[in-house]
C-alpha cells in the first residue's frame, strides 16, 4: 500500500543533497491551502467575475469569465527553502463538474513557468477521466497519468484525493476503493519551480479553463492524505482545508453585499405542498395553479413570491350536512395530516363532528359527544395539538373538555375537564412562555344570573394541565378576543345581557404586572363577536351586535354593528365605521392577494332566519364597502381557509343541518 511506502525518503535526500548545511524540506510538511493563497484578501479588490455558488448544500467557486491570471500565485510563496515541488505528495481537491463534452478538457491546477510557459505540472479533467501531467526537468518529454472511469463529471459533489510517491499514483475519490497506477518513469525529484506561477482552475490560458465549482485544493507534501480524510460521514464533502469565506456567511463585516457575486442553487418541487422540515430547509415549491413561490424555513413553506390574485366573484361549492344545527366552525392543520374543520352541534348525540379536507371536500373524520356545543378552539402546546369545546348545556356539574391529538391513534382524546357555565366560547393565547385559555361564561344555570366570573387559566408544565389563574366579571359573556400591538398584550370580552338590558359595555384588557387589567370599556349592544385585525400598520377591532333588548320596548335585530381603531395618541379604541347589520353574530376578517375583507354574519332580522351575509372590502378612506352578498340561513360564523384547490368560506347554521362551503373565485 502506498502508505506504507517511506515517502519522504527521497525528497529528504534531495534536500539534503542540494543544501549540505540543512536537511529541511522545501516546504513546511503541512497542509497548503492553494485556493486561500490564490483569493485575494477580503480588504482588496475582488474580481467582479468570480461567483460564490451554493449547490446541493455547499458553497463552490466558479471563475466565471475571471481572468486566468487572478486566482495565481508564484511557486516561491510556498517553496521557501528550496525551489523544487516535492517529489511525494498528494493534492486534495472538492469539485463539482458538470458533463463534459468529448475533447474537452479543463484544468483544475497547474504550475507554469513565466517566461516560457511551459506546463511543469497540471491536474486535469475530462470526459471520465482525471489526468496528471508533468514535464521531466529541463523541458524534457511530458508524461501523462490518466484515471479513466471515474465518473467525475456528473454535476455532483466529489472530494479526490491524488497521492504520489516514486513511479506509483494513487486515486480515492470519496472515500471509496483506491485506484493505482504505476509508471515506467518515477515522479521526477528534481521538478524546478524557479520563475513560477500555481493557477488555480487554469493552465494560465482561458483555453482549457475550469468550468465547475471548486471547494477545496489542497497540497499535502511528504504524505498520503487519505488517512486523514477517511472514513468519513459525508465523503464527497470532507474536509482537510477550506477557505473560510465558503465556510461563513457570504456577506461583507460591513454588511454592504457578498464579497462575491453570490447564487444558490435550489431544487424546485411542484404539484401539492411537499414536506418541510430540516432535511428540506432552503428548497422551494411552486404553487402552479397560483403562481406562487414558497421557501421551506425548516418548519413551514413561507412566501418568497406572490401573484397578487383579486375577488371575482364567490360561488357554491360544498353542502355540509351536519349531525345537528351547528354554532361554530374552527379550521385548523395538523402537520403532516392535513387540513380538518371542527363543527360545535347542537345534540348530545353522536355529538359534534370532526371534518377532514379529503379529494377537495371536507368529509366526516371523527364524532365526539359534546352537550350542546358552542364553540371549539384549536391550539399547539409545544409540538402538541389540543381541542376544547365550549359546552353550554345546563346540568350540574357543567364540564367543558379539553382534547388531545394522539399521534398513534390519530383521534382526538380526552385530556382534562372544567367547570365552566353554560360556556359560549373559548380562547388561547400565548404571553411569553406561558399558554393561556380563557372561557366566556355566559350564565350560571342555578339562578340564571349573568353577572357571574370568566375564567383564565394557565398550562402548568409539571402537571400537563390548566390550573385557574385569574377571574373576570362579565355579563353574559359571549366571546373571547387576544390580540398584541406592540409589547402589550390585550383581550376583549363581548358582554351581551346584564339580566336587564343588552346595551351594555364590553371590556378591553391589557395584560400588566402578570394579570389583566382594565383597559377600555366600549358602549356595545348585545355583543356576540370581536375580531382584530391590522391594515398597513393600523389596530382596529370589530364588534358584531346582536339585538337590542329593554323591559321598556320590543326589541331591535337590524342595528349598527362598529369597527372601532386603536388611537396611538389618546391610547383608545375610537369608533371608526358603523355598519348595518341584522342580529349578527360574527364577523371574520380574510385577505386575498392585496385586497382586506370582513364577511357579517348575519342571523335574524325579527322575522326570518333567510338572509343575506355580506362581504365588505376595505377602500381605504371610505373603509369597507359591501362588494357580495351571499344568502344564508340562520348564519352563525364564518370561517375562511386557503388549499391547493383556491380560497374558500365556510359558515355554520345554527337554524338547520345544512351549513355551506363557498368558493372564492379569483382572477
Not at 352578498?629 to 347554521?653: A, I, K, N, Q
Amino acid at each position: 500500500m502506498l502508505m506504507c511506502r517511506p515517502l519522504l525518503l527521497t525528497w529528504v535526500l534531495l534536500t539534503a543533497r542540494v543544501r549540505s548545511q540543512s536537511w529541511r524540506p522545501c516546504t513546511d510538511l503541512l497542509p497548503l491551502d492553494l485556493l486561500t493563497r490564490a483569493l485575494p484578501h477580503p480588504d482588496q479588490a475582488q474580481p467582479t467575475q468570480l461567483q460564490m455558488v451554493q449547490s446541493r448544500g455547499s458553497r463552490g467557486l466558479r471563475l466565471g469569465g475571471v481572468s486566468s491570471t487572478v486566482l495565481s500565485f508564484p511557486a516561491s510563496q510556498i517553496f521557501t527553502n528550496c525551489d523544487y515541488f516535492p517529489s511525494e505528495f498528494s493534492l486534495v481537491a472538492t469539485i463539482k463538474i458538470p458533463r463534459l463534452r468529448q475533447k474537452r478538457n479543463e484544468y483544475v491546477f497547474s504550475v507554469v513557468e513565466e517566461e516560457s510557459d511551459l506546463l511543469l505540472l497540471g491536474l486535469r479533467v475530462s470526459e471520465n477521466s482525471l489526468h496528471l501531467l508533468v514535464t521531466a526537468p529541463g523541458g524534457g518529454r511530458r508524461s501523462r497519468m490518466t484515471f479513466k472511469d471515474v465518473g467525475l463529471d456528473d454535476n455532483r459533489w466529489h472530494t479526490v484525493v491524488l497521492a504520489v510517491t516514486g513511479p506509483y499514483a494513487t486515486l480515492t475519490v470519496d472515500c471509496g476503493l483506491s485506484l493505482e497506477l504505476k509508471q515506467v518513469q518515477s515522479f521526477p525529484s528534481t521538478l524546478s519551480t524557479r520563475g513560477s506561477r500555481m493557477f488555480i482552475g487554469s493552465r494560465r490560458r482561458m483555453r482549457g479553463r475550469f468550468s465547475g465549482l471548486l471547494r477545496q485544493l489542497v497540497l499535502l507534501p511528504g504524505s498520503d492524505a487519505t488517512p486523514r480524510l477517511c472514513p468519513s460521514a459525508d465523503p464527497s464533502l470532507v474536509e482537510l482545508s477550506i477557505p473560510q469565506i465558503l465556510k461563513s456567511t457570504p456577506l461583507r463585516p460591513d454588511h454592504q453585499g457578498p464579497v462575491y457575486p453570490y447564487e444558490a442553487e435550489a431544487r424546485v418541487t411542484t404539484g401539492n405542498p411537499p414536506q418541510c422540515s430540516g432535511p428540506e430547509q432552503g428548497q422551494l415549491w411552486f404553487n402552479t395553479r397560483r403562481r406562487d413561490l414558497f421557501i421551506c424555513d425548516g418548519i413551514t413553506w413561507r412566501t418568497l413570491l406572490q401573484n397578487k390574485e383579486r375577488l371575482d366573484y364567490v360561488e357554491d361549492y360544498q353542502d355540509l350536512y351536519t349531525s345537528s344545527e351547528t354554532f361554530d366552525v374552527e379550521v385548523f392543520s395538523i402537520p403532516s395530516e392535513g387540513l380538518f374543520m371542527a363543527a360545535a352541534n347542537r345534540d348530545s348525540r353522536p355529538g359534534s363532528g370532526i371534518y377532514k379536507w379529503r379529494d377537495g371536500l371536507f368529509q366526516l373524520y371523527q364524532n365526539i359527544s359534546t352537550q350542546e356545543a358552542r364553540a371549539w378552539k384549536h391550539f399547539t402546546i409545544e409540538d402538541k395539538i389540543f381541542l376544547v369545546v365550549a359546552n353550554s348545556k345546563e346540568a350540574e356539574p357543567e364540564l367543558s373538555v379539553i382534547y388531545r391529538w394522539n399521534q398513534r391513534r390519530q383521534r382526538f382524546l380526552r385530556h382534562q375537564t372544567l367547570e365552566t357555565h353554560s360556556a359560549l366560547d373559548w380562547e388561547a393565547f400565548q404571553i411569553h412562555n406561558d399558554s393561556f385559555l380563557v372561557v366566556a361564561n355566559h350564565r350560571r344555570a342555578r339562578d340564571s344570573n349573568h353577572n357571574i366570573h370568566s375564567v383564565i387559566y394557565r398550562w402548568s408544565p409539571n402537571t400537563k394541565l390548566f390550573e385557574v389563574n385569574q377571574t373576570l366579571s362579565t355579563s353574559g359573556a359571549y366571546d373571547w378576543e387576544f390580540f398584541s400591538v406592540g409589547p402589550y398584550h390585550f383581550l376583549v370580552v363581548a358582554n351581551t345581557f346584564d339580566g336587564q338590558t343588552t346595551t351594555i359595555s364590553s371590556t378591553v384588557y391589557v395584560w400588566l404586572n402578570g394579570c389583566f387589567q382594565t383597559f377600555q370599556s366600549i358602549p356595545t349592544i348585545g355583543a356576540t363577536d370581536w375580531e382584530t385585525f391590522q391594515i398597513d400598520g393600523r389596530f382596529f377591532l370589530a364588534v358584531a351586535n346582536s339585538q337590542m333588548i329593554s323591559d321598556r320596548g320590543p326589541s331591535l335585530y337590524s342595528i349598527n354593528s362598529t369597527v372601532y381603531e386603536l388611537n396611538t395618541l389618546t391610547q383608545t379604541f375610537i369608533r371608526f365605521q358603523d355598519i348595518l347589520t341584522h342580529s349578527a353574530v360574527d364577523w371574520e376578517f380574510f385577505t386575498i392577494g392585496d385586497d382586506k375583507f370582513l364577511v357579517v354574519a348575519n342571523s335574524h332580522d325579527g322575522s326570518s332566519y333567510s338572509l343575506n351575509s355580506v362581504v365588505y372590502r376595505w377602500q381605504g378612506y371610505e373603509g369597507f364597502v359591501a362588494v357580495h352578498s351571499l344568502p344564508t340561513f340562520g348564519c352563525r360564523d364564518w370561517e375562511h381557509f386557503s388549499t391547493e384547490e383556491g380560497s374558500f368560506l365556510v359558515y355554520s347554521s345554527a337554524t338547520s343541518r345544512l351549513s355551506k362551503v363557498f368558493r372564492l373565485r379569483t382572477y
